[in-house]
């Protein structure tokens, strides 16, 4: 687990297929320690969850369930999901506690839908930091740059495309995100590089 900011920790595992990591995040927060899309720890990144506590699990779609049961019956952490995938995500055999929706306010971040990849997807945007956290919306694939998931694997890409586009009316430096390395600085930049892409497309 390293220290991505101040009061931000990440923890990745290595998708062979993918060919990129896969990363959880724990955001150290007053009112609540926030862990989100976690995957699998490793026995000293699940003893550093411990230690540090964790109230809720946010998950960003569908597919970010991951390791979210094993960090739930570890440290007694509600989770999270846009009601969009909520019955997908039970039907997995995921533990929803509760769920979220767009415009809420949980911690620092507000929850911002991004629905394409699925009709849940969904982000989160911490303005006072200029930190926008993804799952699958964006792919930080190649290191340095933003992609998308391939069409054969989104319920709707038109969908998605303007979705991402619409992130680019929001203040943010750093994206950090489930799938991939992420962008600490220039991540706006890097958003309007992929959305122009899209419009030559």
Not at 40 to 53: A, C, I, N, T, Y
Not at 74 to 82: F, K, L, M, N, Q
Not at 118 to 144: K, N
Request: proline residues 5%.
């Amino acid at each position: 687990m390293r220290e991505s900011a101040p009061g931000i920790l990440v923890w990745s595992r290595l998708s062979e297929p993918h060919g990129y990591d896969f990363n959880g995040t724990l955001l150290l927060d007053p009112a609540g320690n926030l862990c989100i899309d976690p995957v699998d720890p490793s026995d000293e990144d699940m003893q550093r969850l411990r230690k540090e506590g964790v109230a809720r699990i946010l998950l960003t779609n569908r597919n970010h369930t991951r390791a979210a049961n094993r960090v739930r019956e570890h440290t007694g952490a509600s989770v999270e999901i846009h009601a969009c995938d909520a019955d997908y995500a039970r039907k997995q055999g995921v533990g929803i506690d509760d769920t979220l929706e767009v415009t809420q306010r949980v911690g620092p971040f507000t929850i911002v839908g991004v629905p394409g990849k699925s009709p849940g997807e969904i982000a989160l945007h911490d303005p006072a930091r200029r930190l926008l956290i993804v799952g699958d919306a964006l792919i930080g694939h190649p290191a340095g740059r933003l992609s998308l998931l391939a069409d054969r694997v989104v319920d709707d890409p038109a969908r998605l495309r303007s979705s991402v586009r619409s992130l680019l009316a929001l203040d943010f430096d750093a994206i950090l995100v489930g799938d991939g390395v992420s962008i600490q600085a220039g991540a706006h930049q890097a958003l309007q590089a992929l959305v122009n892409s899209l419009a030559t497309e």
